[in-house]
């Protein structure tokens, strides 16, 4: 038997929720949104991060006031680990920088191309309540980073031009628009027969 999964919702990009710094992670205010530890909110995070085809989700991205981020869970992203990160902290950063494309799920279907540096070393406390150090570079650098700008109450159109932001959204416009016109024409198809 499977076990059932806590699907959270998301909040819409101009929640203040998702554009307010969060304060320290505590484990006693898990019970305010009734989790009963680190692992049952990591489960939660982690489920609905797929759900909606994530590498990364924030809790302020579903309206939850805790530091803490999953990220990871891909196959080709570090053999498909996921990452808990409880109180995230960015401690050094290399020089060289790095532009890709990135997504957020708070922003479907837009992508941005953001410098970032390349690897950075960071500290975080695990869903045991452990403190780990690690450096990360490549895509996991790039997640951390995005995942931890979050708790700061940053989005990645803070990391780009008013211009740039418009473009990606009459992009991301164009892309659902196709998908609707698809959709439709499926269904009419489908009625047809």
């Known amino acids: 038997m499977s076990e059932e999964k806590r699907i959270l919702h998301m909040v819409a990009p101009h929640d203040p929720r998702l554009l307010s710094k969060i304060a320290p992670f505590k484990d006693d205010d898990l019970k305010l949104h009734d989790f009963k530890d680190r692992k049952e909110l990591g489960k939660a995070m982690y489920d609905t991060m797929k759900k909606y085809g994530g590498i990364g989700l924030s809790c302020n991205q579903v309206g939850l006031p805790y530091r803490m981020f999953v990220m990871g869970g891909h196959p080709q992203i570090d053999m498909g680990r996921t990452k808990y990160c409880f109180n995230p902290e960015v401690l050094d950063m290399g020089k060289e920088m790095v532009m890709m494309k990135e997504g957020c799920l708070s922003f479907p279907f837009i992508f941005l191309a953001i410098r970032r540096p390349k690897w950075i070393q960071v500290k975080y406390e695990d869903e045991?309540?452990?403190?780990?150090?690690?450096?990360?570079?490549?895509?996991?650098?790039?997640?951390?980073?995005?995942?931890?700008?979050?708790?700061?109450?940053?989005?990645?159109?803070?990391?780009?031009?008013?211009?740039?932001?418009?473009?990606?959204?009459?992009?991301?416009?164009?892309?659902v628009d196709k998908l609707l016109k698809k959709q439709n024409k499926e269904k009419n198809d489908n009625t047809l027969h």
Do not use: P
């Not at 450096?135 to 995005?146: C, E």
């Open 128 to 175: 045991e309540g452990e403190t780990k150090e690690e450096h990360l570079h490549g895509m996991l650098s790039r997640i951390f980073q995005h995942e931890n700008e979050h708790m700061n109450g940053l989005i990645f159109k803070d990391l780009v031009s008013d211009f740039k932001w418009k473009r990606a959204n009459e992009k991301a416009k164009k892309i």
